[in-house]
């Protein structure tokens, strides 16, 4: 995981033209410290900071992010999207039990036999190491 100071957050906001507010940084700095969370879990930690904010707010503010390209989402089989910082090439391993994501390594180079590889998009699905035991 990246590690994101609150300054280097404010740049990443500012770099894509969006205002670095209070809630977006409160929200960049959740995704940051799990990796990959849901709205409705980033809505349950900052609620505490911010109690007047609604679901609908952080739902805007993770669609202005993601359009900018700062976070992205990750489309799970069975549950809600989860949210990460965007950060360089990489697959998702996608447990069908406890629905934890977890980053796996990859390369484009891996791919150049196929062509030119633009973009990676890849989902694997199975048992994590946690609930095989
Ligand atoms: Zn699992
Ligand atoms: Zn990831």
Known sequence: M???TSTSMQELLKAQGLKATPQRLAILKEIAKEGHISVDNIYLKIKNNF???SLATIYKNIKSMKDAEIIYEINTQDSKPKYEIKKKTHAHFICQLCNSVEDMEINKDDFKNYGDINEIDLYLYGICK????
């Open 2 to 4: 990246d590690k994101l």
């Open 130 to 133: 946690k609930c095989k035991i």
């Open 51 to 53: 109690p007047s904010i």
